[in-house]
C-alpha cells in the first residue's frame, strides 16, 4: 500500500478486498464520510467547546452538530446496500452497549419526579452520546481504505498540533489566539472561555479546550498517533511529518498539569513496548534530550511537574477529589444498577465535584453503566493491537499500537477528572474507536495475507 496516494492519480485497490467483501473508492469516487469526519476532527479541535450554535443551546456546538449529522448519514447508509465500506460488529455492540445503556437510564429517570434543570441535562447527555454513536460508527464503516484513515488521522494531529501551538503561545507570552472563536460567524459563547490559568508562578494554558486538563489530556492522547505518521506518511516531507510530533510533545509540559503528564505517560509506555527492540535507545535518547530542552528553556517546569506528584498527598485539588468518595458511595447505594441518570449528577445542586469520570459513570449510569463505560474506554485498545496481531505490514502493526496507547491514555486521563463533561476529550474517543474500527476490519481482509499490500518501512527503523 502506498500511503498518501498524491491528488490525481489512482489509488491501486487493497489487496484482498474483494474476498473480503471491502469497497474502494477511486480518487475522484465518493469521499463523504472521509470529509465529515475531517470536518468533525477541525471543528472539534479549533472551536472551543464554550462556543455553540445559539438557537439550539448546550448541545449546539458545531462538532456535535456534524456528529449527529454523521449518525443520521450512517442510518441511511445502513438502509441503502452497497453505501458502506463494511460491517465493523465490534463497534456496533460497543455503541450499542453505550447508546443503549444511557438510553434505559434515560427511560427510567422519566418515571419519577426530577427537577427540571436535571431533565435538560439528562436531554444533552443522551443527545451527546448519540453523536459519539455516529461519528464511530460512520468512521469505523464509512472509511473505505487505508488511504482514508491516513487522511483522517492527518487533519486531527495538524488540528492538534495547532491547538498545541496556541496553548504554547498562552504558556510562554500570554497571547491568546483563543479569542478568534469570538468572531467566527453564527456561534455565540455559551460560557466564559478561560484560556489562560496560573498554577505555581507559570501560566496555565487551555489553548482551544475548556480547561488546561482537557488541553493536555487530548495532546497526549494524540502524541502516538503522530508518532505513528512522523514515521510512516513518508509521502510528505520530514518537517510536515515532525512539526506536528514537536507542536504536541511542547505543549504535554506546558499544560503544568498531572492528568496529561499521566497520559503522555502511559502512551509513551505502551509506544515504547510497541517498537522493535532496536529501536529502544533512539527511543530513549529522543526522551532524554526532550527533556534536557524544557530543562533548559523553561526553568523550574520540571520541578513544579515532579512536585504534583511528589506532594501530592497535600496538594488541595487532590484532597477535594477524595473528599467525596463518601458522597459518591451513599448515591451508589441508593441506585446501585442503573444509577440516578444519564447527565443528572449537576454540581451545584449536589454541592461536589467529582473529578473522576468512573466514579461520575457510576453515580449516573450505575454499577451497569460502569461496566459499559470501562468497555467504552478500553475498545480502541483491542482493536488496535487485534489488528496489530493480524498484520505483516510494518505501518499497520504501528498504527495499531498507536491506537492502543491513545486509548489506554483516554482511560487513565479518566480517573483524574470527569472527562466527558469536556466535549474535545469525549469527542476524541469515538473518533479514535471509529478509526480503530476501520484498521481493525482492513487488518482483517488484508493485512495478514502474503499478498498483501506493500509498505514502505519508517525512514528510522
Known amino acids: 500500500m502506498t500511503v498518501g496516494a498524491p491528488a490525481g492519480r489512482e489509488r491501486a485497490p487493497i489487496a484482498g478486498a ?4 471491502v469497497a474502494v473508492a477511486s480518487a475522484g469516487g465518493r469521499r463523504g464520510p472521509v470529509r465529515i469526519i475531517q470536518t468533525y476532527a477541525v471543528l472539534m479541535v479549533l472551536v472551543p467547546p464554550t462556543h455553540i450554535i445559539g438557537p439550539l443551546g448546550a448541545i449546539g456546538t458545531p462538532a456535535t ?71 464511530a460508527l460512520l468512521a469505523a464503516e464509512g472509511l473505505r481504505d487505508r488511504d482514508e484513515v491516513t487522511r483522517v488521522l492527518r487533519t486531527l494531529v495538524a488540528a492538534v498540533a495547532v491547538m498545541a501551538v496556541i496553548g504554547f503561545l498562552q504558556f510562554r507570552s500570554g497571547v491568546d489566539l483563543a479569542v478568534l472563536a469570538n468572531r467566527i460567524p453564527g456561534l455565540t459563547e455559551n460560557n466564559e472561555l478561560v484560556s489562560i490559568q496560573d498554577r505555581e508562578g507559570f501560566r496555565r ?8 486538563i482537557e488541553f493536555g489530556c487530548v495532546i497526549a492522547m494524540t502524541l502516538p498517533l503522530a508518532l505513528h505518521l512522523a514515521g510512516f506518511d513518508v509521502a510528505r516531507s520530514a518537517a510536515r511529518r515532525w512539526l506536528p510530533v514537536a507542536a504536541i510533545a511542547i505543549g504535554i509540559p506546558a499544560a503544568v498539569s498531572r492528568s496529561a503528564v499521566l497520559a503522555a505517560a502511559v502512551a509513551a509506555v505502551v509506544v515504547f513496548a510497541g517498537l522493535d527492540r532496536r529501536l529502544w535507545p533512539r527511543a530513549l535518547g ?15 517546569l520540571l520541578g513544579t511537574l515532579r512536585d504534583l506528584f511528589v506532594y501530592a498527598e497535600s496538594d488541595r485539588s ?53 461496566a459499559v463505560v470501562v468497555v467504552y474506554l478500553l475498545a480502541t485498545a483491542f482493536l488496535g493491537r487485534g489488528a496489530r496481531h493480524r498484520s505483516r505490514a510494518p505501518a499497520d502493526r504501528d498504527l495499531g499500537q498507536a491506537l492502543a496507547a491513545t486509548s489506554l491514555a483516554g482511560a487513565a486521563a479518566a480517573f483524574t477528572f470527569d472527562g466527558f ?23 482483517r481482509t488484508a493485512g495478514g495475507e502474503p499478498g498483501g499490500p506493500r509498505q514502505i518501512p519508517a525512514p528510522w527503523a
Open 18 to 21: 474483494s474476498a473480503g467483501g
Open 65 to 135: 452538530v456534524v456528529a449527529l449529522l454523521a449518525l443520521l448519514l450512517w442510518g441511511v447508509a445502513v438502509l441503502t446496500p452497497g453505501e458502506l465500506a463494511r460491517t465493523v460488529v465490534p463497534v456496533r455492540v460497543v455503541m450499542g452497549l453505550l447508546v443503549g445503556t444511557v438510553s434505559l437510564g434515560y427511560a427510567v429517570l422519566h418515571v419519577r419526579a426530577v427537577p427540571g434543570v436535571e431533565l435538560l441535562s439528562s436531554d444533552r447527555a443522551l443527545l451527546q452520546v448519540l453523536s459519539w454513536a455516529g461519528v
Open 205 to 212: 494554558p487551555a489553548g482551544t479546550a475548556t480547561h488546561p
Open 286 to 300: 529522543a526522551g532524554a534530550t526532550f527533556v534536557v530542552l524544557v530543562y533548559a528553556t523553561t526553568p523550574g
Open 318 to 370: 487532590i484532597a477535594y477529589r477524595t473528599s467525596d468518595y463518601e458522597v459518591v458511595g451513599e448515591y451508589v447505594r441508593s441506585s446501585p444498577l442503573l444509577g440516578h441518570g444519564p447527565g443528572t449528577y449537576i454540581p451545584e445542586s449536589y454541592l461536589a465535584i467529582l473529578d473522576n469520570q468512573y466514579l461520575m459513570s457510576v453515580v449516573e449510569l450505575g454499577l451497569v453503566g460502569l
Open 421 to 443: 463533561s469536556f466535549l474535545m476529550y469525549a469527542g476524541l474517543i469515538p473518533l479514535g474507536l471509529g478509526v480503530g474500527g476501520a484498521q481493525w476490519a482492513l487488518a
